[in-house]
């Protein structure tokens, strides 16, 4: 694959979710030659989700059988059994979330932040929440942008929630400036709303 035909497969990556994300990876992965160095400029981009995807696919490249291990582990979750349980799934994501905290933050890190943009709405509900429970056991400044992104397109109350207790668990100094950025930025937003809608009235 020549160095512009593996940037294009890069940019399609970050584009595409679900099963065909999985299967493109994984044919980038066996494919790409030298993958390490093509990643390496990626990795410090300004662009977050580059940086981001590139250490993902870094982390597959180093790490697979780790990876491949954890979420065979977590298929083989009897969820509907676990539910029933006084405690719910909260064993399971407290289990995880501890198998997480083993790992240093480079290993496991790419991994949840992978199940966190790639696999919402594909993915049961429960398992989602895993990472974003492991993502607040290792708590990272690099996990603000993919829990903000996660954020912005989720639906679910519960999902939130833990995306907002992992975000609380990075420290203040690390997360302050660009938790104000977000928010100035949808208050704004609603604010646009709110005098779209009064205009609509208005001109009824």
């Known amino acids: 694959m020549t ?8 940019e399609v990556l970050q584009a595409v979710r679900g099963e065909l994300y999985t299967i493109k990876r994984d044919e980038w992965l066996a494919s790409v030659p030298h993958l390490e160095e093509r990643l390496e400029p990626y990795l410090e981009s300004g662009a977050w989700r580059e940086a981001v995807f590139a250490r993902i696919l870094l982390g597959w490249l180093k790490h697979a059988p780790v990876y491949r291990d ?45 199940a966190i943009l790639e696999y919402p709405g594909v993915w049961p509900e429960w398992k989602v929440v895993t990472f974003l429970r492991m993502l607040r056991a290792v708590p990272h400044v690099r996990s603000v942008e993919p829990l903000l992104a996660y954020l912005e397109g989720s639906t679910q109350y519960r999902q939130m929630k833990n995306a907002g207790l992992a975000l609380a668990a990075i420290p203040q100094q690390d997360v302050a400036a660009r938790l104000e950025l977000y928010r100035s930025k949808h208050a ?4 646009v709303l709110v005098e779209a809608a009064e205009d609509m009235e208005a001109g009824e």
Do not use: N
């Open 3 to 10: 160095t512009a035909g593996s940037f294009f497969e890069f």
């Open 70 to 114: 954890l979420l065979a582990d977590l298929a083989a979750v009897d969820a509907a059994q676990e539910a029933r349980r006084a405690v719910g799934l909260g064993q399971v994501w407290d289990d995880f979330a501890r198998r997480a905290a083993d790992h240093p933050p480079a290993r496991i890190l790419p991994l949840c932040w992978e």
């Open 188 to 191: 704004d937003m609603v604010q």
